[in-house]
């Protein structure tokens, strides 16, 4: 796959060769030798270079004007979008072509630093961008160092804040830690003896109501006393009285009204009055 399909008439050919070389050291690859290889005909490689080049260069001059095939092949490169007309000769081109503005190496002599060479290999450049490779003894662009950011005056002062953030945080840390052990109380020692206990509890009245006489009886507080530390006076902590049975009231009635009891009365109020 050619950059550049060359147009031509053979009778032009040492022109043309000129002028390939040139573009060859521009960094650009040609296709301009009309060589059938053997087992291709001319038709498919013609077929074949039209549809794999980038950019056709049709060279006007007497005799190419009245080629059939470089008109046709100059047809082909302009339905594609790929046509730049060149004048190597003062000629008029075929119809069709004469609206196209064409480079001019007219009066071009083969050297590489005349104007109008120079003017093409820009439009060439213009139309396909830079050449992928630099044929040699062509100098290829000097590479041009990045500039070297230059250091914002404003960077010690950010990294002065930034040290003086996080030694304050570090200080508002440690104080927080010390003040939380200082709110916790230290814990007791074990107690190597066997605490001891107090256990205060009341008879159950006889005034309270009967509906409570099933009620279980209150489970005795007990305050377990830590050595070596003097202990606030216990409170006394008053427990309901037992409502006695309704046959207790009974047997006391009959009692008051001069009735002995029986053995088994006399039996349930030692036990249960």
Known sequence: MADIFLSYNEKDRPRVRQLAQALERAGWSVWWDRRVPAGLTWRSLLEQELQAMRCMLVLWSANSVKSEWVCEE?????????????????????????????????????????????QLLDDIAHKLGAPAVVAEGVAPPTPVDPPHPTPSPWKPWGVAAALLLVAVGIYLGVGAVTRREAAVPMASPPATSTPSATVVAEPPSPAMSTAADTAAAPTPIAIAAKPNVKLPPIATVATPKRPLPARCNAIHERQGLGEAPSAADQAFLNQEC
């Open 74 to 118: 100059a047809t082909e490169g302009r339905l594609l979008g790929r046509l730049i007309p060149v004048f190597i000769e003062r000629v008029r081109p075929p119809a069709g072509f004469r609206e196209v503005q064409a480079a001019d190496l007219v009066d071009w002599d083969g050297t590489h630093d005349t104007i109008g060479l120079q």
